[in-house]
């Protein structure tokens, strides 16, 4: 699949709507590993407001799929819209969404 060519109004790139099962198993793979770092953080022994903060995010099985894959979105039909249409979803918490949401 070749990329659309920007002058004829297209996008260079496109972005799937919908997330690969490769893609949502490193998603899944990421979320565990936050969780075990955030684990060992606590059981040395440190004490600070960020680990205070982290140790009140869900963890990764007790999220539902739908959280895990998507994020809260205000201009989105249905107010959600693919986590991984968001820029450096990797590095940022997405763990929790407006109430209702």
């Known amino acids: 699949m070749f990329p659309t060519?920007?002058?004829?109004?297209?996008?260079?790139w496109k972005m799937p709507w919908?997330?690969?099962t490769t893609r949502r198993a490193n998603q899944r793979k990421r979320l565990q590993q936050v969780d075990d770092v955030i684990e060992a953080v606590r059981q040395s022994g440190?004490?600070?407001k960020a680990l205070d903060e982290a140790l009140l995010l869900p963890k990764e099985h007790e999220m539902a799929p739908r959280d895990?894959?998507?994020i809260f979105n205000?201009?989105?039909?249905?107010?959600?819209?693919?986590?991984?249409?968001?820029?450096?979803?990797?590095?940022?918490t997405h763990r929790t969404n407006p109430k209702g949401f």
Request: aromatic fraction near 8%; include cysteine.
């Open 5 to 12: 060519a920007p002058r004829l109004g297209g996008l260079l």
């Open 18 to 20: 919908r997330m690969s």
């Open 46 to 48: 440190v004490t600070c």
């Open 68 to 70: 895990k894959y998507t």
């Open 74 to 92: 205000a201009h989105s039909r249905g107010y959600r819209k693919g986590i991984h249409k968001v820029p450096k979803f990797t590095r940022i």
